[in-house]
Structure formats: structure tokens, C-alpha cells
């Protein structure tokens, strides 16, 4: 399972709302921070919150350990990407075998596949990652 620190920014009635924390780095740089880690602070974009799933009782400010399952980051890919170029190669092959002579059936049928692939791909659910304990703070 892969895990993640978080903080809860928010809770709602069908999970808890979280923004990954960034870890402290290794140290090895005496906290002045690596030259990688400016350079990658140069390209950072806005942090983003998302919905988890979690069965604890959490509050706003809170420090918790999500959980994403193994294999769902593949499985979610593959009905994003795979299942639609699949269709659309589908499509093609069909459209080329039953149509008329030429690359506008083919077309036609690549078209249709990827359109019928990214509506079954946006129809199913995935599996949210969950909370799966609250971090305790140490304060010095």
C-alpha cells in the first residue's frame, strides 16, 4: 500500500478533505535545503486538497497517514488510457473491414471507439484512497 502524510483541511460527510504535507528531506544538506529541491520549488504548482475516504473522527489541522490501495493507481490508469485506445484501434480495424475502401471509415470507426472508451472510462468509480491512522505531533 502506498502511504502519505496529509493534513485534513476540511471534513465533509463522505470523507475528510486532505493536502499532502512535504517531507522534511534527508538532511544530509544541514536544512539549508538541496539545490534540487530549489529547483523543483521553482516549477511547484498550487497545492491541491482532495477527498479520502476515513472513518475517524478528524478535525481541521489534523495530521494524518493516507492510504492508496496497491494496484488501483494501475487499475485507474488503464480504464483512463488503455480502455479508450483500445476501442479506438477497435473501431479503426472495424471501420477499415466493413467500410468503403479508404481512411474515412477507418476514421469514422477510430473516432467512435475513442468516444465510447471515454464515456465508459468517465462512467466508472474508483477506489479513494483512505485514511489510515492519525500522525501524532511531537512538539520540542
Not at 494501475?74 to 475502401?101: D, I
Not at 477510430?110 to 468516444?115: D, H, R, Y
Amino acid at each position: 500500500m502506498l502511504e502519505q502524510t496529509a493534513e485534513v483541511v476540511r471534513t465533509a460527510p463522505d470523507g475528510v478533505w486532505v493536502r499532502a504535507v512535504e517531507p522534511s528531506g534527508c538532511g544530509t544538506c544541514g536544512g539549508n535545503g538541496c539545490s534540487s529541491r530549489r529547483i523543483a520549488e521553482l516549477f511547484q504548482r498550487k497545492p491541491r486538497n482532495f477527498l479520502v475516504d476515513c472513518d475517524l473522527s478528524l478535525t481541521p489541522g489534523d495530521i494524518v497517514v493516507v492510504g492508496v490501495a496497491d494496484g488501483s493507481v494501475l487499475k485507474s490508469a488503464l480504464r483512463a488510457y488503455g480502455l479508450p485506445l483500445v476501442l479506438m484501434m477497435a473501431g479503426a480495424l472495424l471501420g477499415q473491414a466493413f467500410g468503403q475502401p479508404g481512411d474515412g471509415a477507418a476514421l469514422a470507426g477510430l473516432l467512435t471507439g475513442g468516444a465510447v472508451g471515454w464515456l465508459i472510462a468517465r462512467g466508472g468509480r474508483a477506489a479513494r484512497p483512505a485514511v489510515l491512522r492519525r500522525e501524532h505531533r511531537i512538539l520540542f
